[in-house]
């Protein structure tokens, strides 16, 4: 059942080394923005010290589920456009969704000045 390329325990070198798959969370982005994310990851543990680690294949699939976020998330704030949103809210007015059409008007109020903010 057990091979020779078995995982080895770095705390005591034993070779009783079972692999587990985890579901983890953990937090990523910028300090205004975080968001939780999840990822099945596998983990190690030790039988006979307990120790409890992950290797290059956790920090894979991390890296995997934020791409994906990021994919996800990038592109509306690439085609945030203020003049398309401003037609929205025109259209939503003459809809008399006025409270709608307000909410729509003060994102392309933002966007607009977080635009020309470029360096
Ligand atoms: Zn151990």
Redesign the pocket.
């Known amino acids: 059942m057990s091979s020779d390329l078995e995982n080895k ?1 770095p ?2 070198n ?1 070779s009783a080394v079972n692999e587990t798959v985890l579901t983890d969370t953990f937090l990523y982005g910028s300090p205004d923005c975080v968001v939780p994310l999840t990822v099945t990851e596998i983990v190690m543990t ?1 039988a ?2 307990k ?1 409890a680690w992950s290797d290059w294949r956790g920090e894979e699939a991390r890296d995997e589920v934020v791409k994906r976020y990021r994919k996800a998330f990038t592109k509306p704030l690439i085609y945030i456009d203020t003049q398309k949103l401003l037609d929205i809210a025109e259209g939503l007015e003459e809809l008399g969704k006025l409270d709608s059409a307000q909410t729509v008007r003060e994102t392309a109020a933002d966007s607009s000045v977080t635009q020309t903010d470029g360096d």
């Open positions: 325990c705390n005591c034993s030790c006979d010290c120790e």
